[in-house]
């Protein structure tokens, strides 16, 4: 899979998400600045993982800006509860919120190296008739290439990379279009029903509205 080099002040690896990057399938190392990538002979990273919980927003712009130089593929990890702090200026090619789930850990992963890199072969994600080609960022239903804009994209991914997960209005708003976005949860539902009605057609649907709530990704059967 995938090799990560995530990025602490204080070397140490980050509770809970060297975990998660195990489970994915993927491996990674540890260090605190970025001259650590070639020591001892590691192999060279796919992406940066930058762990804000572990530094100041200050030094984490350096090292994006760093990364860019370099272009390397950068993440940049933000807690759940330190969302609402977030500066989206930052310009990583990903945020991840953790905690993350190892597919969406993933897909965020691969989102982050193709805005670098460039497609690198076919990477599809299949549900029933459903196709999303998460490097030409192309969706494809019954054989069909539907269009999409790149908010829809965005939201068809996360949500068909964690199915039958619950997403909040609020969580998909703080993830798609980050908490400094003033347009307000309604948004949300308005793209949801755009993106319905590009992939969906009776008889077919993917995406489960949960009343109150938000929306999921229907398991499959």
Not at 68 to 91: E, F, Q, T
Not at 136 to 156: D, H, M, P, S
Not at 183 to 189: L, P, Q, W
């Amino acid at each position: 899979m995938y090799h990560l080099f995530v990025l602490t002040s204080h070397g140490g690896a980050p509770s809970g998400l060297a975990d998660t990057i195990d489970r994915a399938g993927m491996t990674c190392q540890i260090g605190v600045e970025l001259e650590q990538l070639g020591d001892n002979g590691n192999t060279p990273p796919d992406a940066v993982l930058l762990d804000l919980s572990s530094m100041e927003q200050l030094d984490a712009r350096h090292l994006v800006e760093e990364c860019h130089k370099r272009k390397l593929p950068v993440l940049i990890s933000v807690p759940r509860d330190a969302m609402a702090d977030y500066d989206s200026s930052l310009n990583s090619d990903e945020v991840v919120v953790n905690p993350v789930s190892e597919a969406e850990l993933t897909t965020r992963v691969k989102l982050a190296m193709y805005r670098v890199n460039g497609p690198a072969g076919p990477t599809l994600l299949r549900v029933g008739d459903l196709s999303i080609d998460l490097e030409r960022y192309e969706v494809n239903v019954a054989g069909r290439r539907v269009a999409l804009t790149y908010k829809e994209f965005q939201l068809l991914v996360l949500l068909a990379s964690n199915p039958g997960r619950v997403y909040t209005r609020e969580a998909l708003l703080s993830q798609i279009w980050g908490y400094d976005y003033l347009g307000g949860t309604r948004t949300v539902d308005v793209h949801i029903r755009r993106l319905r009605s590009k992939v969906e057609a009776p008889g077919r649907s993917f995406v489960e509205t949960i009343w109150n709530v938000g929306y999921r990704f229907k398991e499959p059967a």
